[in-house]
């Protein structure tokens, strides 16, 4: 299949120009940057507002959202680890108890509360508590995002309870991140980086009380929805992991050369020096990888009206008004990346031969429309990794006679969609802690 094609979906939606070409992409998001365009405007909503969608898809996010871009800076993300331990013990607990109940468990709830948790965290400093089996607020957010999602036929019918579910969680928000905002009630608030964010450009005269408020509710919901993407890559993570026992191991040694083989020591450096966590070489290199397999998503742009898009030298006739840069098959070309349906992290170690091609691994996008959460989201996929993957296997079990796809594409383990691709079946696993742990 060429790099660049166009595919006719008439009537379901407009005719597309199919990308997967770094050198197109480059263009379209980075060189001469393109609008996104939108299909499905209510897609999001109630959760988010169709204006405040706009103002991301329309805008330079970064430059337009400053509570975002001045708080998840990589330093900021690293100096805010010791924040994330009590969730990281939480979810510690959490797989214990799994453990010992000897039942298989879908682990995709448990990671999308992980995930959420490590964003609230960031966010006001302290915890949701969504990792307790008690938690009131996690049920309610999984209501809400249980409603989410392309099907335009289950959207009308359900319509009234998508909004009655989001309302729910709106009063919740709102109310969270006002008492939080207004008595610091965790204690930790001042080391949060997006409440710090907040009060800088409360303090500048940027904003006011009101507009920072909002802007801290809407930062919550758009962490809660990109909380679902990375919790997929989190499953298929411990899923390629289980397939490559021999990564796994690699791994695993990484973590008892950079920390320690002694688990409460490592728990330990991980509050003195997380910086510790940058030397994670292998274990960044496997979220990279199963994140180049899956090819987490993808993003529509608005061509402009002319006749041709030409870059660096070639000529591509513009024969409809939709591009859609396809991260899912950038990544599996041969040309790109050897033996594309392997699981191979050592492509993406420092010094690698042959390296990755320029442009050619964009998961969260490039150029102003960048996924402003990358840091965040590649930080709490190996702190995952090195909280448990040590003193937990994590084991999928699918039912005798499930469905299988070809194995470059999971196996048993096949992507189902739901804002992002997640292992089917909420990705069922048995537990089990190690004898060495």
Same mark, same amino acid.
């Given at each position: 299949m060429p790099s660049v094609f166009y595919l006719d979906l008439w009537p379901i939606l407009p005719s597309i120009m199919v990308v997967a070409e770094p050198a197109v992409a480059k263009h379209m998001t980075q060189v001469q940057p393109l609008q996104r365009e939108r299909f499905s405007?209510?897609?999001?909503?109630?959760?988010?507002?169709?204006?405040?969608?706009?103002?991301?898809?329309? %805008?330079?996010? /970064?430059?337009?959202?400053?509570? *975002? $871009?001045?708080? +998840?800076?990589? &330093?900021?993300? #690293?100096? !805010?680890t010791?924040?994330?331990v009590p969730s990281l013990h939480s979810l510690r607990s959490r797989l214990h108890s799994i453990s010992q109940?000897?039942?298989?468990?879908?682990?995709?709830?448990?990671?999308?509360?992980?995930?959420?948790?490590?964003?609230?965290?960031?966010?006001?400093?302290?915890?949701?508590?969504?990792?307790?089996?008690?938690?009131?607020?996690?049920?309610?957010?999984?209501?809400?995002?249980?409603?989410?999602?392309?099907?335009?036929?289950?959207?009308?019918?359900c319509? %009234?309870?998508? /909004?009655?579910?989001?309302?729910? *969680? $709106?009063?919740? +928000?709102?109310? &969270?991140?006002? #008492?939080? !905002?207004?008595?610091?009630?965790?204690?930790?608030?001042?080391q949060s980086p997006i409440y710090l964010a907040h009060v800088e450009h409360l303090a500048s005269g940027r904003m006011?009380?009101?507009?920072?408020?909002?802007?801290?509710?809407?930062?919550?919901?758009?962490?809660?929805?990109?909380?679902?993407?990375?919790?997929?890559?989190?499953?298929?993570?411990?899923?390629f992991l289980h397939k490559h026992p021999d990564c796994l191991r690699e791994m695993r040694e990484e973590h008892d050369r950079v920390f320690s083989p002694d688990r409460t020591q490592t728990w330990e450096l991980l509050q003195k020096e997380p910086h510790r966590i940058n030397s994670l070489h292998f274990t960044l290199?496997?979220?990279?990888?199963?994140?180049?397999?899956?090819?987490?998503?993808g993003v529509f742009k608005k061509l402009k009206d002319e006749k041709f898009l030409e870059t660096e030298g070639n000529v591509y006739p513009v024969v409809c008004n939709v591009a859609f840069i396809c991260h899912l098959a950038m990544g599996r070309r041969a040309d790109l990346f050897h033996d594309p349906d392997a699981f191979r992290p050592h492509r993406f170690l420092p010094g690698?031969?042959?390296?990755?091609?320029?442009?050619?691994?964009?998961?969260?996008?490039?150029?102003?429309?960048?996924?402003?959460?990358?840091?965040?989201?590649?930080?709490?996929?190996?702190?995952?990794?090195?909280?448990t993957s040590r003193e937990f296997d994590l084991v999928p079990v699918f039912p005798k006679g499930a469905p299988q796809a070809a194995?470059?594409?999971?196996?048993?383990g096949y992507p189902e969609f739901h804002i992002g691709p997640h292992v089917n079946k909420g990705m069922p696993v048995m537990v089990h802690t190690r004898v060495d742990a």
């Open positions: 405007p209510n897609l999001f909503s109630p959760l988010l507002t169709a204006e405040f969608i706009l103002a991301m898809e329309q %805008k330079n996010w /970064k430059k337009e959202n400053p509570v *975002l $871009n001045a708080a +998840l800076t990589s &330093t900021r993300v #690293n100096e !805010a010791s924040l994330l109940s000897g039942k298989q468990y879908p682990i995709k709830d448990l990671l999308i509360s992980y995930i959420i948790e490590v964003g609230g965290v960031i966010q006001l400093g302290g915890s949701f508590d969504l990792l307790a089996e008690t938690s009131a607020l996690d049920p309610i957010i999984k209501r809400s995002l249980d409603m989410m999602g392309w099907n335009p036929v289950k959207r009308y019918i319509s %009234k309870e998508i /909004k009655q579910r989001t309302d729910c *969680l $709106n009063r919740v +928000l709102v109310e &969270t991140v006002q #008492n939080t !905002a207004q008595t610091g009630e965790s204690g930790k608030m001042s006011d009380n009101a507009e920072s408020i909002a802007y801290l509710v809407n930062t919550m919901k758009v962490i809660i929805l990109a909380s679902v993407v990375t919790a997929g890559a989190a499953s298929y993570c411990y899923l290199a496997v979220v990279k990888e199963t994140l180049r397999l899956i090819g987490v998503g690698a031969n042959p390296s990755i091609p320029a442009d050619s691994f964009r998961p969260f996008e490039k150029g102003h429309l960048s996924c402003p959460g990358q840091n965040l989201a590649l930080k709490s996929l190996v702190l995952l990794l090195l909280t194995e470059y594409l999971g196996g048993k």
